[in-house]
């Protein structure tokens, strides 16, 4: 059983550029969400998908946009992007409802240059 | 405004001795909380959780204590063996409100457990 998957590992891009970011959720999970780590700080929410729909969301602008898919696949999308966007982004999924754990991908490591 | 703090960047502590990991919220509405441990270049990974209206959870060598009147939660973990070095989150979320996608995490400890 595949846990939550994660694509790219890694990459480098240009401010002002345009980033994609993709997740595969566990099996069985309907629920993603997103979160940006720096460097020496815990993880933050960016924003919960289920059922194609954004459902609730950080202190993140606009600038930040996802997508949720039929399959429960998701997209992250980061515009305009600024030298302090420079983070590990983690997808994380859980079926819903309360109490059930979540579980995180390994990231995908976005560096801005 | 940090609702969820760890004060303690690391901790080093020799192996098979107990490690006692802390965290402190500020938001008297967190009704579950989380610990995960996080290794270099990999996600991080549920450890064990515990629900406001418990005080105690444990699980093998982990156990987490909930003080509700100090809003202060505890990670135990007995004993220490060096694989267990790793950041160590602390996450709660509003659970009851449906709302326990939203993970607020602490800045994390660095554990050093030393053979």
């Known amino acids: 059983d595949a846990g939550v998957t994660q694509s790219p590992t890694h990459l480098i891009k240009t401010r002002g550029q345009q980033v994609t970011l993709r997740c595969s959720p566990k099996s069985g999970h309907d629920t993603v969400s997103w979160y940006q780590q720096a460097l020496g700080q815990g993880p933050q929410f960016i924003f919960q998908y289920y059922e194609e729909e954004e459902r609730q969301r950080g202190n993140f602008p606009d600038r930040f946009s996802g997508h949720q898919y039929p399959n429960y696949s998701s997209e992250l999308n980061v515009n305009a992007l600024l030298l302090g966007d420079s983070a590990l982004y983690l997808c994380?999924?859980?079926?819903?409802?309360?109490?059930?754990?979540?579980?995180f991908g390994e990231g995908s490591w976005l560096t801005v240059v | 405004d940090q609702q969820v703090k760890q004060n303690s960047p690391s901790l080093s502590v020799q192996e098979g001795r107990i490690s006692i990991l802390n965290c402190d919220y500020t938001n008297s509405m967190f009704d579950y909380f989380l610990w995960y441990k996080k290794y270099p270049a990999e996600g991080p990974t549920f450890l064990i959780s515990?629900?406001?209206?418990?005080d105690k959870n444990e699980d093998g060598r982990f156990t987490v204590f909930l003080n509700k009147s100090a809003k202060h939660l505890s990670l135990h973990i007995v004993p220490s063996q060096p694989g267990d070095s790793a950041v160590y989150f602390c996450a709660a979320s509003l659970n009851s409100g449906g709302s326990n996608y939203k993970l607020t995490f602490g800045k994390g400890t660095l554990l050093t457990v030393n053979p």
């Open positions: 994380a999924s859980s079926p819903r409802g309360p109490g059930n754990t979540i579980y």
């Open positions: 515990i629900s406001s209206i418990k």
